[in-house]
């Protein structure tokens, strides 16, 4: 028997869900829709007949998976979600929901904290042990990984990069509710506004444009390049200065740019990264993807059962 583990990412569109042994190698995917009616309360039952199912169709046994983890989006503790706007959860007791039916021990962790820990795992090139993950699209996320454990904060709020606060000429007010946090101006929202003020009209509807525009030298693309960089710079390197990472992991649409990006990023970083920091570190693009969140679940789980091992 190949002992298993389940790694689900709940998205406001998609659960994807895999199985994989205990070493990461994924064994099997699939994916149902995500059911938004009465606050998303069919959600945990519906998990449950998918994993039942599939399990079935392929003639393996619950027996076989030792754990399931299960990535969210929003703050969640070791027992409950305490968040998730999307699907209308407040204090969800989601862990005990699915641990009750399967039987099975379940791990609760932020989504954009399971893609940091997804990429942790199978992402980098060697083993590492310290990344700093900044997911740069429609606002700005992350997570912080010390010594192979993500901080999750005494508030479940650890890793809000996109909310660390920045100095600014004007005032954008952040869908938190707070003015001026980062994925105002390092968001790929933020790059839009920014290049639509410098052009005193709307030029631009989304990043791929500014990029393009930057093939053709455009000076207000460049320049809001640079903006938009420097924002990210300064937090990231607020941030490595902090814990010293080995790695720093760029994923999001905006890091499909590529070296047009991150290569004026990193320098960026080095520029305000503390000395014996700078050029110490690895800056690379996420190569997981839209995979990355059920890998990080997965190796949410199989911490928690590395550590019951131990004690």
Request: hydrophobic content about 40%; overall charge negative; proline content about 3%.
């Amino acid at each position: 028997m190949i002992e298993k583990v389940i790694g689900i990412d709940i998205g406001g569109t998609t659960i994807k869900m895999a199985l994989f042994d205990l070493t990461g190698l994924m064994l099997d995917q699939w994916h149902i829709a995500t059911n938004l009616v009465n606050d998303g309360e069919e959600i945990p039952d519906e998990i449950i007949v998918s994993i039942k199912k599939r399990m079935a169709e392929n003639n393996q046994s619950l027996d076989e998976v030792l754990g399931i983890g299960i990535g969210v989006p929003g703050p969640v503790t070791e027992e409950v979600v305490k968040r998730a706007v999307n699907l209308g959860w407040t204090d969800f007791p989601l862990k005990q929901l699915i641990e009750s039916s399967l039987d099975i021990p379940v791990a609760l962790v932020n989504d954009a904290n399971a893609a940091a820990l997804g990429e942790l795992w199978k992402g980098s090139s060697k083993q590492t042990r310290n990344i700093v993950f900044v997911t740069i699209g429609t606002g700005v996320g992350g997570g912080i990984i010390v010594d192979g454990k993500i901080i999750n904060g005494t508030h479940a709020s650890g890793g809000e990069i996109g909310h660390i606060p920045v100095q600014a000429e004007e005032e954008r007010i952040c869908g938190c509710g707070n003015t001026n946090c980062l994925e105002c101006y390092g968001s790929a929202n933020g790059m839009v506004k920014t290049m639509n003020q410098l052009s005193n009209k709307t030029v631009v509807t989304n990043t791929k444009e500014i990029f393009d525009l930057l093939q053709v030298e455009n000076p207000h693309a460049q320049k809001t390049l640079k903006i938009t960089i420097d924002y990210l710079a300064r937090a990231i390197a607020g941030i490595v200065n902090t814990v010293d990472p080995e790695e720093i992991v760029i994923g999001g649409g905006v890091s499909e740019a590529g070296s047009v990006f991150l290569e004026p990023l990193k320098e960026s970083i080095n520029d305000y990264a503390f000395p014996q920091i700078a050029g110490n570190f690895n800056l690379r693009k996420a190569v997981l993807g839209n995979q990355a969140g059920m890998y990080g679940a997965a190796y949410q789980m199989v911490g928690t059962l590395t550590k019951k091992g131990r004690e």
